[in-house]
Every structure is written in C-alpha cells, then in structure tokens.
T-cell receptor
C-alpha cells in the first residue's frame, strides 16, 4: 500500500513539449508539495498546497503549473520543456511537520 | 551563506563504528529539524525529527539539536553496510511549512 504515489516513474521528452506528472497520497494529509532534485542531488521546494489551496510558490518559472483537484491529489504540468528542467521531481505530503515523499519522477528533456 | 550546510563527504566508517553527521543552519528562527536518508535512485526517507534542544534517540539513531549554536547532528551507532546512503539534513524555517535541505552527506560503511 503505497502512501504517496507518482506517475509516471520515468518521463523522456523533447524540448518544447508539454508534460504532466501526477501525485496521489492515501495518508489523509492536508498538505502536499512538489520538490525538484537536480543533477547535483540538491533537493528544493517548488510548491505547496494545503487543502487544495496554493500556499507556497518558490519563484518557479510560470511554465510550471500545479493543480490540486482535491486534497489527496497534486499534479504538476510543465509547458514548453527546457533542457534545464531535467531532474527528479518528488511529491510529498504532511499533516503536521513531518513530510513523506513519493518515489519520484525522473524527467529527461532531450 | 547557504541556509543549511552539510559536509558532502564521503564519510567512511568501518562496520560497527559510530557515524557522526553534522549540519548547521542559518535561520535562527528555524523550528523543526529532520534527517532523511536517501539511497541512490530512491526517494528521501524520514528517519529522525527533532524539535527541541537536546538529544532524541530512536534505535541506533540519535539526533542532537543545539539551537544556540544553530547545529543539528545525527549519530548512527553500530553502523551497518546497509546504512550506506546520503543523509539529508532539513530545516523548517520559522512560519513556513516547507523543508530547506542541505546538500547531503554521503556515508559509506565498509565491512
């Protein structure tokens, strides 16, 4: 029983394309997050939603648009993909302070 | 100055020894502190959280927090080869429910 799941696990695409990553949590948490881990393994917050409301937006290009249809789901849509978007994207969720991560989506932009 | 700093390592320890991982943070009003373990190609896994000064023990792991010195550490007793991973220190800045991560320390436990 996966607590935080993401699809797809791998995503390979061409520059300029638009792609989406989906995240679901079955922990009953109110808050969900997107993090980006770059090639140097540095993990950085992108967005946070609390009960479907955007509460953190960390100066991410507006090509990135998160959407939360309900508090168990948080999707990430990326327009006009660039080479620099290649990274591993992690979804996470929390109820209080402790955050639990999904398995990650490895995005490769060619 | 980076917000959360860790020695990148690798930190190499023999099996059975104590591994000591250190982290400093710059935001004095940081409230919550976490240690995550990340195996290569996997997601970060929460292993310890600590919120007040002092020590917190959980099995072979002990987290230590000193807010005056803005320092948090993780001790792993009786290190095992399976502990070989990157250990990420994370901090929640005051008033924000987000994690600021350090770059991680790579730990290698050799038999």
């Amino acid at each position: 029983d996966t607590a935080v799941s993401q699809t797809p696990k791998y995503l390979v695409t061409q520059m300029g394309n638009d792609k989406s990553i989906k995240c679901e949590q079955n922990l009953g948490h109110d808050t969900m997050y997107w993090y980006k881990q770059d090639s140097k393994k540095f993990l950085k917050i992108m967005f946070s939603y609390n009960n479907k409301e955007l509460i953190i937006n960390e100066t991410v290009p507006n090509r990135f648009s998160p959407k939360s249809p309900d508090k168990a789901h948080l999707n990430l849509h990326i327009n006009s993909l660039e080479l620099g978007d290649s990274a591993v994207y992690f979804c996470a969720s929390s109820q209080l302070q402790e955050q639990f991560f999904g398995p990650g989506t490895r995005l490769t932009v060619l | 100055q980076k917000e959360v700093e860790q020695n990148s390592g690798p930190l190499s320890v023999p099996e059975g020894a104590i591994a000591s991982l250190n982290c400093t943070y710059s935001d004095r009003v940081s409230q919550s502190f976490f240690w995550y373990r990340q195996y290569s190609g996997k997601s970060p896994e929460l292993i310890m959280s600590i919120y007040s000064n002092g020590d917190k023990e959980d099995g072979r792991f002990t987290a230590q927090l000193n807010k005056a010195s803005q320092y948090v550490s993780l001790l792993i007793r009786d290190s095992q080869p399976s502990d070989s991973a990157t250990y990420l220190c994370a901090v929640t800045p005051g008033g924000y429910n987000k994690l600021i991560f350090g770059a991680g320390t790579r730990l290698a436990v050799h038999p």
